[in-house]
Nanobody
């Protein structure tokens, strides 16, 4: 399975961005068995979980993004989205898409078998 992110960019504080992650390869049934998540890593910091979504659309968010970020998915196109509103300076990071088997461990990077290359989000 290959994950390809897009949608990053440079924006001003208060603006919005929508990230996309498309899964290539693998079977549709295997894709359906995974939960999908977004992580981010800022320079000099550890990679942290941002949000995750299960196949039945159950979602989870880290506290700092609740109410501003929304994760969603389109299973027919194997695409996961992250809508980010009211962007703040501190969200500047490289954002990664990930696929893994255990929604209950959504916040653990070790849960995820597949990772994208990342898309840069810069807020100024």
């Amino acid at each position: 399975v290959q994950l390809v992110e897009s949608g990053g960019g440079s924006v001003k504080a208060g603006e919005s961005l929508k990230l996309s992650c498309v899964a290539f390869g693998g079977t549709y049934s295997s894709y359906r068995s995974y939960c999908m998540a977004w992580f981010r890593q800022a320079p000099g910091k550890e990679r942290e979980a941002v949000a995750a979504i299960r196949r039945d659309d159950l979602t989870a968010y880290t506290d700092s993004v609740k109410g501003r970020f929304t994760i969603s998915q389109d299973n027919t196109t194997k695409t996961v989205y992250l809508q980010m509103n009211s962007l703040e300076l501190q969200v500047t990071a490289l954002y990664y898409c990930a696929a893994g088997p255990l929604f209950g461990s959504w916040y653990r990077a070790s849960n995820y078998n597949y990772w994208g290359q990342g898309t840069q989000v810069t807020v100024s």
